[in-house]
């Protein structure tokens, strides 16, 4: 396959990239990630998994499928497109880790532009295994398919996101959530370290596994959701939320900057950073040992091609 990065065109062999111990420096740290990722798919990483191009052409000349990660600006991801499909043979699949932008728009001056699929993975996407893949107006349920088989290959979870729309599913949700902890700091019912803690303890651990819906389903015992929505329907009409954003001002802009750094304190974002990728691979451990297998666990599978 081939990753496209801002300034650098890099290949890579088919292996998924799991995380742990913190690296010495960029390049050492990401073989520590490489090795553990490769280990948990039962794989191991070989040597050279890497190469570095120095342009669009000699990297997608030869690969089997291209995924693009250059910076979210629709111009630019158009221009890529245009020039990696100009090099690529004709039925590589084409995707962007695009996080919101539209694939009609970004296929618009693609070569053959039935391959072009959205294929937006979450950070961190060395350990996380979700990856939306959506096709524009001129996208082919074919090339759905082979992203959607690669990906998993690769150790990841396609989801198929079944209309054309901006954002996609994820990060409508982050945003909504966002929207809301905005405006709790913006009229000084919460600080930034009192949002966190009300996810981290209490909701969030849920929906680590069971997501919102299955949590309230399953909380609510026998009858499941139908009891839930007969019993909480009525609140849905109480004025709870306020999902448009807050206008953001330089005072609501400072308040949320200082409760972040308030929360972090003394620790530096790097070793964070490490801790946070140990954790998320203990949950997802923990996940595989105690709650429902893939197949059982109610991901809605999408087609897959090899």
């Known amino acids: 396959m081939v990753h496209t990065l801002p300034g650098e065109w890099t290949r890579r062999q088919h292996h998924r990239s799991g995380a742990r111990r913190g690296g010495r420096n960029t390049r050492e740290h990401c073989a520590d990630l490489a090795d553990d990722g490769a280990k948990r798919l039962g794989g191991r990483r070989e040597p050279g998994a890497a190469t570095f191009c120095s342009s669009i052409a000699e990297a997608v000349s030869d690969a089997d499928f291209v995924q693009e990660n250059v910076p979210e600006r629709e111009e630019v ?4 497109f245009k020039e990696a499909s100009e090099h690529a043979g004709e039925d590589v699949v084409l995707a962007s880790s695009s996080s919101g932008l539209l694939p009609s728009r970004i296929q618009s001056e693609t070569r ?76 000084g019912v919460a600080t930034i370290p009192e949002i966190d803690a009300a996810i ?34 009525p609140t849905l009409e109480l004025p709870w939320t306020k999902l448009k954003a807050p206008k953001l001002t330089d005072e609501l802009i400072e308040a949320v900057s ?32 105690y709650w429902y297998p893939a197949g059982r666990d109610g991901w809605p599978e999408m087609q897959e091609e090899g």
């Open 258 to 289: 200082i409760g972040c750094e308030e929360e972090t304190g003394d620790r530096h974002w790097r070793e964070m950073e490490e801790r946070r990728d140990q954790c998320l691979l203990k949950i997802m451990d923990v996940i595989d040992e």
């Open 77 to 80: 991801k158009i221009a890529v």
């Open 112 to 187: 053959n532009p039935e391959r072009v699929v959205i294929g937006h993975p979450f950070s961190p996407l060395y350990i996380l295994p979700l990856v939306e893949v959506m096709g524009g107006e001129k996208t082919s349920e074919e090339a759905k398919r082979k992203a959607a088989g690669y990906y998993s290959r690769i150790g990841m979870r396609p989801l198929h996101v079944r209309n054309e729309i901006d954002a996609y599913i994820g990060d409508r949700l982050q945003e909504a959530l966002w929207h809301e902890a905005l405006h709790l700091v913006n009229d």
């Open 200 to 233: 981290t303890g209490g909701p969030g651990l849920r929906w680590a596994f069971m997501g919102i819906a299955m949590a309230w389903h399953v909380a609510a015992g026998e009858g499941g959701m139908r009891v839930n929505m007969k019993h909480f329907g």
